[in-house]
């Protein structure tokens, strides 16, 4: 047998959560929740395999193409891992279209996979938390969807000076490419995904991009003219009849006003470089940024996507949302200093006294099961090592307490409760345990 | 595009979790990590998707034959999705079996994926508690495990006359198979089998097929009686002298008196009809049965798997634990009408009135803003509806509370507070809410 041993490792690129992982999962997990929650957000979930077809028309090229585990399965059915949480939301909302009251406000946490080269905060699975609005056509609720994400990242410690939102809107990319420059559908569809990469590349390599995916030199200055203004300055760029009818334009007026109102612009800036890669995105659009000089990157992003819903029928639903992954969050938390010690849940060891009487074991026992009656997590020792041995054990997994009785203990109906950090140690009567512990 | 539309229906035998379906399943995971807590488990995970090979080798022929979501992957790994979750619980433990503090235990809550016909209670996905206790030789460790059980049980409101634990020990069954009866292996084999399906069969039927395998009728009865009978007569089938040095018999009697000691033994049952499918099980054995005269079924179980570890390497840890699936339990709770009502979390609407000065909506975005920093849960409405839609959604939703305020209650800085479920309304000063929340 020995000559076949399996590997102990996870599949490739994906993470194996022991405790002290999950401690921190859930943390991040159960603060998410809490804030969603003080929103007035209902949490949804869906299998993590769908039917092929709800990713193949309407996620990133890039997804679809490379990176989807799709397979088909024992009924002949073409299938896949899901890659993002927000199709399978909008099949979801599709299919109670009538009966949900609206507006919408959903959340839920999930696992997604994608088949990628893993490297340093991209595994081939991550979890996302992921949050929309579905059913307000106006800024308020994009105005909430950022007061929320603000609120998250307080939760976790995370002051101004450590991210910002930055955001734009699609449409006015429209009055760029399109309105103004009049470029063709073709030209337009290559710019947009050159401008999302700007940041990757310097300038100049930029400019001979566009110039060779067929623009004029003057149209690419004013591409990149475009990508470095500021909000008031782009009435230099695009003629401001152009602009006073955009509905981009009044739509980044109005949510500025509302976080410079209740004081959230510190978080936040217009920045007309934010573009998204994802198809279905067609109003604002923006991405969260690590502002640590030494992992300045995009963490995370949303965007409106009022007509994705359409792939299943005719809906008139406005969307607007976001979807944060734990990866990302959890090296800002680390690179930030902002991960706090997270403890066992387990506050008491209840010793087996080495060589215990039948007797003696149903003592200890007892005791165990009436502090559980009464909320106390404990872990009771169940086999025969030597109390050294024990106490080594609650102190590694970071137990603050343990209780020791041996018969003598058990004449006398008490019991040794130690405290391991303080190294006291002190006779209780039974009935006295609660109390102490709870101290 | 409407000729195309997507279905929104989720993936066949697959379920999508609605809020309120999501609220029975966050009850249902609350629960059973709330007691897993008290007994000083902790909490683990582990990927979805695992190397094939993982199940291949030890999880039942069924599972791993027909009922696997397997597939090779873009980098031409043969994948699996997780059928179960003890195989990768036991890969993690080998993985850092140096490193981890023993004994472990451990629970999981996860999703497992089997090829099936969905029917009733049984889909192609379900959730799991998996909780094991690892390192511990000792029936002790089993009596943790049946007591937790039964305190997972009593938090949900079941009793005693609603479900049993029916327990046996294999060793029993190799007792009878190879000690007293001398059947070859491969009849053993096929025995147990037949065994592991008795109680959906007639008792002709199943004497029919044992000797059908090669078994004489004097053995068919043997294997009958012993199927049938008490622990206290099971001497009466199989001789003394090898019941006395069978590690399975003591252990069950052991297990029944600390049962007995502790008043659990009301939920319990010696039963040696009870085998367990899994290749891994290696000592005592256990299925939990829904007592429901309409749902008489095997709800879950587990068993000891001393031995499973070993496709890992040469380790030595003793394994016990259980797995508890979320479909059969929900089906368990409604049988027995244990089920509570679940209302939303959000406590309170805040209104957006119709035609809302700029100077209004953000009265009530102030207020909205200020109770949730008060760690109440609001709904803030954020699209231009009349306020009787508004009242409406509140209501559908099941939320108890909503503000209203116009112009008028601004300039006196108060809002309406309505309770939805008396019809109530009051006048309250913006700084009382909270209380009047509270309250």
């Given at each position: ?14 993470r ?5 992982d ?11 929740r ?33 990176q ?19 199709p ?12 949900l ?14 088949f ?30 950022f ?18 939102i ?28 050159l ?6 590349v ?7 991009m ?49 976080l ?25 659009v ?36 976001f ?10 938390l ?20 080495p ?43 970071g ?41």
């Amino acid at each position: 047998m020995n000559q076949n041993l399996l590997s102990s490792q996870p599949y490739k690129g994906a993470r194996d959560f022991y405790p002290e992982d999950m401690r921190i999962r859930n943390y991040i997990f159960s603060t998410w929740r809490k804030v969603c929650e003080l929103y007035g957000f209902d949490e949804y979930d869906f299998p993590i395999l769908e039917n092929l077809e709800v990713f193949a028309s309407k996620s990133g090229e890039e997804i679809v193409g490379t990176q989807l585990f799709s397979f088909v399965d024992k009924g002949d059915r073409k299938v896949a891992i899901r890659p993002e949480l927000t199709p399978s939301t909008v099949r979801m909302i599709a299919g109670r279209y009538d009966q949900l009251p609206k507006p919408i406000k959903w959340f839920m946490i999930g696992n997604n996979w994608r088949f990628e080269k893993p490297q340093k905060g991209r595994g081939r699975e991550f979890y996302q938390l992921e949050a929309n609005i579905f059913g307000v056509p106006e800024i308020e609720a994009d105005f909430e969807i950022f007061s929320m994400i603000i609120d998250i990242m307080s939760a976790f410690g995370a002051n101004e000076s450590m991210y910002r939102i930055y955001f734009s809107d699609r449409r006015l990319i429209s009055a760029l490419l399109n309105d103004y420059l009049q470029l063709d559908d073709n030209k337009q569809f290559v710019a947009r995904r050159l401008m999302d990469k700007r940041k990757k590349v310097t300038e100049q390599e930029f400019a001979l991009m566009l110039t060779a995916a067929g623009l004029t030199k003057t149209q690419a200055e004013s591409i990149e003219g475009f990508m470095q203004c500021k909000f008031e300055s782009l009435s230099k760029i695009i003629p401001s009849d152009i602009l006073a009818t955009n509905n981009g334009y009044s739509n980044v007026q109005k949510l500025e006003k509302l976080l410079k109102k209740f004081d959230l612009m510190k978080y936040c800036e217009f920045d007309p470089a934010i573009i998204r890669g994802f198809d279905y995105s067609d109003g604002l659009v923006y991405e969260v940024f690590d502002k640590n000089p030494e992992n300045r990157r995009s963490m995370f992003g949303g965007e409106r996507f009022d007509r994705l819903i359409n792939i299943y029928g005719k809906y008139d639903l406005a969307a607007t949302g976001f979807a944060m992954g734990d990866i990302t969050l959890q090296e800002f938390l680390i690179g930030w200093n902002l991960l706090p010690e997270l403890a066992t849940k387990t506050q008491v060891v209840v010793t087996r006294f080495p060589n215990s009487t039948a007797q003696l074991e149903e003592y200890t026992q007892k005791i165990a099961r009436d502090l559980r009656k009464a909320e106390i997590t404990v872990d009771l020792y169940t086999t025969g090592d030597k109390l050294e041995k024990q106490l080594k054990y609650a102190d590694k997994k970071g137990i603050p307490f343990v209780i020791i009785a041996g018969d003598d203990e058990m004449q006398r109906n008490v019991v040794k409760l130690k405290n391991l950090k303080t190294k006291e140690q002190k006779e209780v009567t039974v009935t006295d345990i609660e109390k102490e512990l709870r101290n």
